[in-house]
Structures are given as C-alpha cells and as structure tokens.
C-alpha cells in the first residue's frame, strides 16, 4: 500500500535568559502531535471499535465538523473516530490512517484507509494508548470476503495503523462559513485537504487589509478556524499550514457578497 507518512518536528522556539523573554508553552494539541510523531515509525499497535450503523458511517461530522459531508466523496464513509493521541483536541481532524486488523479470525490483514473526522465519546477510547473507534462501514471493511458482520459482532479487536497521506484526487479544498458569521465575525469550516489532512495554522488576508497582511485565525473547535474583527472586506483569501509546515494559499476563495452557510470552493489542494 503507500509508503509511510513522514512527520515533521515542530519549530522550536529558543528564548534568551537574559532578554526576560516569556515564551508561551506549546499547545496540548501540538505535544500531541509531537508525541505521536516520534512514537510511531511504520505501522503501530492499537485497538479499534465501531460505533453507528453496521454499513454506515457513525457520524455527521462529529467533533470535526464535517456536517452531512462524511457519506460522500472524498470520506464516502471510511471514517473514523479518534482517542485523545489521534484526535489531539482538533488537530487530528483530516487526517488519513490505514488500520488492517490482528486480532479475529474474520480479519483479511489488509490495510482500508480511514479519515479522522470525531472524537471517540468519553470513556471509550481511553484504555490504550492508540485507539481508532472506526464506523460500521469502515470496521466492516477491514474482514474477509463475506465476514463483515462477523468481524462487527467481534467489536473490539487489535489492530495496527500507520499514518498515510490523503489522496483526495480531482477534489479541491472547500471552505464553509459557518451560519454564526457576520460582517465582524468570521468562522469558516476547512474541509477536503490532501497531503497532511490536518491543519496546524490558518491566516486569512483581506482585500485592502492594512499592508495587505496576514491575519491569524485561531481554531475554534475541530476543523473550524475562526477570526474576530472587522468591518471583514472581500474577497478574502485564506493561507493554509498544514501539519508538516507545508503552506498553500487559496487565493480570494471567499468572495466579496459572502454568506454565512454558503460552501465556497477552491481551485487549489495539497
């Protein structure tokens, strides 16, 4: 299957004694992912359960906030809840998995890749270290021919993972603005991203912004990213860091006359 996921450390910031500096500790999310990185080399031990439908997905969205999205294409339901280390409180949101199961004679030992789209509900996830609470649909695929509803019964059954680049071929980067958006509020949904998946950083630039520059948004929850101030004047465009630092700008994606729940889509991917 693909070559193995290759993390990158993230930049470290050196401060000086001398100058008093305060330097900010790293966020949860970022130890996490931190952690994560250095853990796992190739593929990795780990539980998984199912949760849902027995051919579904499991979830709407979930704690990502991909809403009504995760039956279609790209995800077309091989999605996947994730424990605190593959979740890391949001940032784990979008990226791609290939989990094979170990454990039961129902397993094919082929890998299925899976996106992370939710958070595993309190309590159920926390009893290993890595733990994938796949949906119906997703667990099912991982069983012999015929087998799947077998492998479902079994329900919590070993397995191994390896990270894995998302391949989401023809589809370019969405961008939702959520409904609570307004002239001075600014909340968008980002959705679809190949390559990494997740997202370490947004930056939103304004048309006739002062100096033109980059603006921080900050991560509401999930895959939203947020940004306070205004009167907002579009077309807007929205820089994207992914989570190995790779950055990619989706030029004047939000357009001038923007609505709040409109789906705005560009013509740029990883």
């Not at 994560?36 to 499991?58: F, N, S």
């Not at 906030?65 to 949101?93: K, L, R």
């Not at 649909?137 to 680049?165: C, D, S, T, W, Y």
């Not at 991203?193 to 900050?218: I, K, N, T």
Request: proline share 6%; hydrophobic share 35%.
């Amino acid at each position: 299957m693909g070559s193995s996921f290759v993390f990158a450390a993230p930049a470290v910031v050196a401060c000086s004694l001398l100058l008093l500096c305060n330097c900010g500790a790293p966020s949860p999310s970022a130890v996490q992912a931190e952690e994560l990185r250095r853990e796992v080399h190739g593929w990795a031990d780990a539980r998984a359960t199912w949760y849902g439908p027995p051919g579904g997905a499991g979830t709407d969205g979930g704690a990502c906030g991909y809403q009504g999205d995760v039956e279609q294409p790209p995800f077309s339901a091989m999605i996947t809840a994730g424990g605190p280390s593959i979740f890391q409180s949001g940032q784990g949101c979008g990226a791609c998995y290939q989990v094979k199961c170990t454990g039961n004679a129902a397993c094919s030992g082929r890998p299925v890749t899976v996106v992370v789209t939710d958070e595993c509900p309190d309590g159920t996830c926390l009893s290993e270290r890595f733990h994938f609470d796949l949906g119906g649909r997703a667990f099912g695929a991982m069983a012999k021919p015929g087998l799947a509803e077998a492998l479902r019964h079994a329900g919590n059954i070993k397995v191994q993972f390896n990270r894995v680049a998302c391949n989401w071929k023809g589809v370019d980067m969405a961008f939702k603005v959520d409904v609570g958006s307004n002239p001075y509020y600014l909340a968008v949904l980002v959705e679809d991203e190949s390559g990494d998946g997740d997202l370490s950083a947004v930056d939103l630039r304004q048309h006739g912004g002062s100096g033109g520059g980059w603006a921080p948004m900050q991560r509401s929850w999930g895959a939203v990213w947020k940004y306070n101030g205004g009167p907002l004047q579009g077309p807007m465009s929205i820089r994207l860091t992914s989570g190995s630092g790779r950055k990619l700008v989706a030029a004047d994606v939000i357009p001038a006359g923007w609505q709040p729940g409109r789906t705005y889509r560009s013509v740029v991917n990883y």
